[in-house]
């Protein structure tokens, strides 16, 4: 947290560019209030980059117009309806707004606009304290109807009014919450708190996009653990991601398996940490940090107790595989994302055989293809599903990934993994063969690289041999 003098410096030091100077300085020539609002004032309170700034005026959107379009290198009014007109600015793109005091009717989160006439009435109907503060300009008063400061400086998330009213009007405001809870490491006011307990239910207003939205945002935060188990608390997640609880099996009576909920939560931390330390991964990477999450979702429907109390879970792999690429699709992700954060949940055990024995060549090249593009999430997924807490039991799978890896690395520069192609392509089987394309092609492709993932790069003569003794023995 910076001190309150050193926030207000760095406001000053916005408000003086010259595309807000102008701004501000144009609105109060015509005789309208403006005001910077929301999260900019916040974020020059705890220290954090300003970027997007929004600001509110008590100009309607006919004058918002007629102030800015001198000054605009472009402008547009898809928000009119909301009060809202955009415009570039000296190569910067600035929002607009006139006051509003937005009414809900309980059934939709979509409010019934209606424009305001006081800055402050503008504020309290945002979402939190924190987010219900401005900078009047060219002034630079600090407008704060609802205590925001207070709550920043004790890294509290509550809402300007009841919050029963708050999240009743936008249910949505509850996923904010918990994304808030980790993006700025504050914590829920219990009032609040409970307020999302009861009102859990009310979640289902609330458009799937927007659900995907606020999870995404959420898990691209520095520390989603945090929000994830507020939303599990309060009964949200058992309603937008029910996988996600039903992770809290059972524990045995003989104690033989881990608390898989906490597990994952372990595994998505530690892929969070591997993020910034294997450069080659984009951080935060929303595809592997699904997968974490979720990598094990197979698990409660494939349990089972052995004769003698042994738990397992055989092939929670697979089935998790299918369960993710459910899920993710009811909340509408694109379908790019869904096959990669499938494949992720699908891959993720099969390393765990190679400490069982030595893996071949052959098998090395098969993990390096079924992995394909994914192969860089893969290597950090399965590294953070170590979570036991033996010491001995840990460097052993972390030695064991290091020479897998190593194997990788060396294999890819004598044969070029990332590319396995067949030593003959599909003309070539053609024109070997003698057959016109259909399926004995695919086929015959097929033949060829299960070869070179066996045996590595034959070479066309050997290929060519080969293929034809596969066809005569097939005839």
Do not use: C
Not at 190 to 201: D, F, G, K
């Amino acid at each position: 947290m910076e001190s309150v003098a050193s926030a207000i410096k760095r406001l000053a030091a916005l408000a003086a560019l010259p595309h807000i100077s102008r701004l501000s300085a144009a609105f109060a020539a015509a005789g309208h209030e403006l005001a910077l609002v929301g999260g900019p004032v916040r974020d020059a309170f705890i220290g954090r980059q300003l970027n997007d700034l929004d600001f509110a005026t008590s100009a309607v959107p006919d004058e918002i117009l007629a102030v800015v379009k001198p000054l605009a290198d472009v402008h547009w009014d898809i928000g009119r309806a909301f009060g809202t007109i955009g415009a570039r600015i000296d190569g910067h793109t600035v929002e607009i707004t006139t006051y509003r005091t937005d009414a809900y009717d309980g059934e939709t989160r979509k409010p019934l606009v209606e424009f305001g006439e006081s800055l402050e009435g503008d504020l309290v109907r945002r979402d939190f304290t924190i987010n219900a503060m401005a900078l009047r300009l060219p002034e630079l008063v600090l407008v704060d109807p609802s205590g925001g400061l207070d709550d920043l400086l004790a890294g509290r998330i509550t809402t300007p009014g009841a919050p029963e009213e708050s999240f009743g009007d936008d249910p949505l405001r509850m996923l904010r919450a918990a994304r808030f809870t980790s993006q700025l490491g504050f914590t829920v006011a219990e009032p609040t708190r409970q307020a999302m307990a009861v009102l859990a239910s009310q979640i289902g207003i609330v458009s799937v996009e927007r659900i995907s939205d606020e999870l995404s945002k959420l898990l691209r935060t520095p520390r989603p653990r945090v929000g994830l188990e507020l939303l599990d608390a309060t009964g949200i997640a058992a309603l937008v991601l029910p996988e996600f609880p039903a992770l809290r099996l059972e524990i045995d009576e003989h104690h033989h398996h881990k608390d898989v909920y906490e597990h994952s939560l372990t595994v998505l931390d530690q892929v969070i940490e591997l993020e910034a330390s294997r450069a080659h991964t984009e951080s935060p990477d929303l595809v592997l940090r699904m997968a974490a999450l979720l990598h094990d979702i197979g698990k409660p429907s494939t349990k089972r107790t052995e004769p003698g109390g042994v738990v397992t879970f055989h092939h929670h792999d697979v089935v998790g595989a299918k369960m993710v690429a459910k899920r993710l699709k009811s909340l509408r992700f694109d379908k790019q994302f869904i096959a990669d954060v499938a494949r992720l949940v699908e891959l993720h055990l099969r390393f765990f055989g190679y400490t069982e024995g030595a893996w071949t060549d052959s098998a090395v090249r098969r993990y390096v293809r079924d992995a394909g593009p994914l192969l860089d999430r893969l290597h950090i997924l399965v590294r953070a599903d170590v979570t036991t807490r033996n010491r001995r039991k840990a460097d052993r799978l972390s030695f064991a990934y290091d020479d897998l890896e190593d194997r990788i690395a060396a294999l890819s520069e004598q044969e070029e993994l990332a590319a396995i192609r067949p030593d003959l392509d599909g003309e070539q089987i053609m024109q070997v063969l003698g057959i016109r394309p259909g399926r004995e092609v695919g086929e015959a492709y097929r033949f060829l690289l299960e070869l070179r993932l066996d045996e590595g790069a034959l070479g066309t003569e050997e290929a060519t041999t080969r293929l034809r003794a596969w066809w005569a023995a097939r005839a």
